[in-house]
């Protein structure tokens, strides 16, 4: 069993920053790719960013500019910093990640999610 948690979520002002971080911790052989996605409310979810093991990264276009994916693959974690948040940033926030927990076995997994809130 693998668990993703979030960390970082919360109310900030318009223009201001956060950053996410997402823990992944259990029966881990390997992760490959980790992702960002958002869900506001009454829409879908979406992706916001993604970055491959070797550090291939990708962006919606909305974060593009402003956020920031990045991973730590000693601790197990993945980052997204935010930067010039905007109200439409308001969403909760999901980690995503594809992992090997043993090497035939490869799972996607989500975390439970986190909440940023962006006030204007």
């Known amino acids: 069993q693998v668990q993703l948690v979030e960390f970082g979520g919360g109310l900030v002002q318009s223009g201001g920053s956060l950053r996410l971080s997402c823990v992944a911790s259990?029966?881990?052989?390997?992760?490959?790719?980790m992702a960002w996605y958002r869900q506001a409310p009454g829409k879908q979810r979406e992706l916001v960013a993604i970055?491959?093991?070797?550090?291939?990264?990708a962006y919606a276009d909305s974060a593009k500019g402003r956020f920031t994916i990045s991973r730590d693959n000693t601790k197990n974690t993945v980052y997204l910093e935010m930067n010039s948040l905007k109200f439409e940033d308001t969403a909760v926030y999901y980690c995503?990640?594809?992992?090997?927990?043993?090497?035939?076995?490869?799972?996607?997994?989500w975390g439970q999610g986190t909440q940023v809130t962006v006030s204007s």
């Open positions: 995503n990640a594809d992992v090997l927990t043993s090497i035939t076995q490869l799972t996607n997994y």
């Open positions: 259990g029966k881990i052989f390997d992760i490959y790719t």
């Open positions: 970055v491959s093991k070797d550090g291939t990264l």
